[in-house]
């Protein structure tokens, strides 16, 4: 199990280094994970702070581990001496931030290759895995600005996201995250997951999808959602289309969802392929999607912050945080729930809140807080 490294060029990377030291460090992602190098399965990839150009449609990734490979962003860099702690983005602007993205240009692509942790990284840019198996993504933020969709899913297995913030189009019809499957003889599990997210999505948007195809009577089983937090502006949060068999899909417990629509939260095509429980709702608009027993509607108070604490002078609590004795504190289910929320802060109260933040004041000044600091989402 081997250490390799990769920093900026501006920062004394190089792609013709041998990549084993902060000082003899690679230059850019794709190039330690293209298949020329001897990064394998069980080693560790740090990837110093930076700006890193994504690479294109015709150069995915092309090592293929037998174990996982971790891939982490270093923002405090810890591993890097005399670099600056900061964010770790992988991006497809390529000529600049104020330039548009590019749709052929990927921060990752991949077609069957299995086994991939990714830690503490902004993904700018659509990524897209086919068939792949075994990836998981804590504490990573995926965003874009164009008419495109943030993580496309073509039947894969085993995909988790923990800890992490989608931002949606800005324009257009998008995805935040949209699953793609085949339907097969018979119901098969695909084990992906979704936990302690926050997503916002602005224009025509379906947060989360999954598309089915094909007329056969199995469908993939076994993507669950809990305690993710929702926004957005004529949005469906939650959607199962494409296939008449009712076998559950997507199963969705203690989310929050803040979302004006004109569509449904909830959709699936037919009843059954979507449940939901222990969720609270601005409203609730559904179709074929039968209504959680402890599932709320909320017209008004959210009880989470936006803001609030600081701005009325009570001090400083994570933001997007539940309210203290606010009705999304202790709103959820504990079973197959995380035990702590988006920012590794263990639940206020006996269960878990509804939304991927529980109350809990920030000591030490803020988020931003450098070196040591040890929960949430670091920048």
């Given at each position: 199990m081997a250490t390799y490294y990769v920093k900026q060029a501006s920062d004394g990377g190089s792609d013709s280094a041998n990549g084993l030291t902060p000082a003899t460090a690679w230059a850019t992602v794709s190039f330690a994970l293209g298949g020329t190098t001897a990064i394998t399965g069980g080693d560790t990839l740090y990837v110093a702070p930076g700006r890193y150009l994504s690479v294109a449609s015709t150069s995915p990734i092309v090592v293929a581990p037998s174990s996982v490979i971790t891939v982490i962003g270093?923002?405090?860099?810890?591993?890097?001496?005399?670099?600056?702690?900061?964010?770790?983005?992988i991006t497809s602007h390529m000529s600049g931030d104020n330039a548009a993205g590019l749709t052929n240009?990927?921060?990752?692509?991949?077609?069957?290759?299995?086994?991939?942790?990714?830690?503490?990284?902004?993904?700018?840019g659509p990524c897209s895995l086919t068939t792949c198996s075994n990836w998981t993504f804590s504490k990573?933020?995926?965003?874009?600005d164009f008419t495109a969709y943030l993580v496309t899913l073509t039947e894969c297995t085993s995909v988790s996201f923990d800890k992490c913030l989608f931002f949606g189009s800005r324009i257009g019809?998008?995805?935040?995250?949209?699953?793609?499957?085949?339907?097969?003889?018979s119901n098969f599990s695909v084990s992906s997951s979704i936990t302690d997210c926050v997503f916002y999505t602005a224009g025509i948007a379906r947060q989360i999808e999954v598309l089915l195809s094909g007329a056969s009577a199995g469908n993939p089983t076994d993507i669950t959602a809990y305690n993710n937090t929702h926004f957005g502006y004529n949005t469906t949060v939650y959607r199962v289309t494409g296939s008449a068999n009712s076998a559950t899909v997507m199963s969705v417990y203690n989310t929050l969802i803040f979302c004006d629509t004109a569509s449904a939260h909830f959709s699936a095509q037919v009843?059954?392929?979507?449940?939901?429980?222990?969720?609270?709702?601005?409203?609730?608009?559904?179709?074929?999607?039968?209504t959680g027993t402890n599932t709320v509607a909320t017209a008004t108070y959210y009880g989470a912050d936006f803001g609030h604490y600081a701005v009325t002078r009570l001090g400083q609590i994570y933001p997007f945080?539940?309210?203290?004795?606010?009705?999304?504190?202790?709103?959820?289910?504990?079973?197959?729930?995380?035990?702590?929320?988006?920012?590794?802060?263990?639940?206020t109260g006996a269960t878990p809140d509804a939304g991927a933040v529980t109350y809990k004041t920030i000591s030490g000044g803020g988020l931003l807080t450098h070196p040591g600091m040890t929960g949430g989402i670091r920048g």
């Open positions: 270093d923002v405090d860099a810890s591993e890097f001496p005399g670099i600056s702690a900061g964010l770790v983005r240009r990927y921060p990752i692509i991949a077609t069957s290759k299995n086994n991939f942790s990714w830690q503490n990284i902004i993904f700018n990573c933020v995926f965003h874009l019809a998008n995805r935040c995250i949209a699953y793609n499957y085949a339907t097969q003889a009843s059954g392929q979507l449940v939901e429980d222990y969720n609270r709702v601005s409203g609730i608009i559904r179709t074929n999607v039968p945080a539940s309210h203290p004795a606010s009705l999304s504190e202790s709103f959820g289910t504990s079973t197959n729930a995380p035990v702590t929320d988006i920012y590794d802060n263990t639940w």
